[in-house]
Nanobody, 130 residues
Framework: QVKLEETGGGPVQAGGSLRLSCSIS????????MNWYRRPTGKQRELVAS???????NYLDFVKGRFTISRDDAKNTVALQMNNLKFEDTAVYFCNIEGAHGMMKDPEGIPEYFYGMNFWGKGTLVTVSS
């Protein structure tokens, strides 16, 4: 099974910082990008930051200069450092791996290979008070 688990969310005052971390378990041999999305209450999900397999990063304009995405391949984690948080950053934040290739085992232990799949974590809530 491929599992993504986000940690690090919580309440914070405007101007403060939080660091979100996403732990990825499972056998993944290749991927296109690791992403952080967010969904503010009552709004649609939006892509906040991404880092491709070659390390190229991209950010939502609203968070540029304040958020930094990074990856630790040795620990199988992807992090989102969020500084100078604003009320508008309040949202549930989701970790995503896009275009993943790898292997899972079925209940009988037989390997099943997958290609080009997307996986999601369950999300972590960030609440910024003004």
């Amino acid at each position: 099974q491929v599992k993504l688990e986000e940690t690090g969310g919580g309440p914070v005052q405007a101007g403060g910082s939080l660091r979100l971390s996403c732990s990825i378990s499972g056998e993944i041999t290749k991927f296109n990008a690791m992403n952080w999305y967010r969904r503010p209450t009552g709004k649609q999900r939006e892509l906040v930051a991404s880092i491709t397999s070659d390390g190229t990063t991209n950010y939502l304009d609203f968070v540029k200069g304040r958020f930094t995405i990074s990856r630790d391949d040795a620990k199988n984690t992807v992090a989102l450092q969020m500084n100078n948080l604003k009320f508008e950053d309040t949202a549930v934040y989701f970790c995503n791996i896009e275009g993943a290739h790898g292997m899972m085992k079925d209940p009988e232990g037989i390997p099943e290979y997958f290609y080009g799949m997307n996986f999601w974590g369950k999300g972590t809530l960030v609440t910024v008070s003004s």
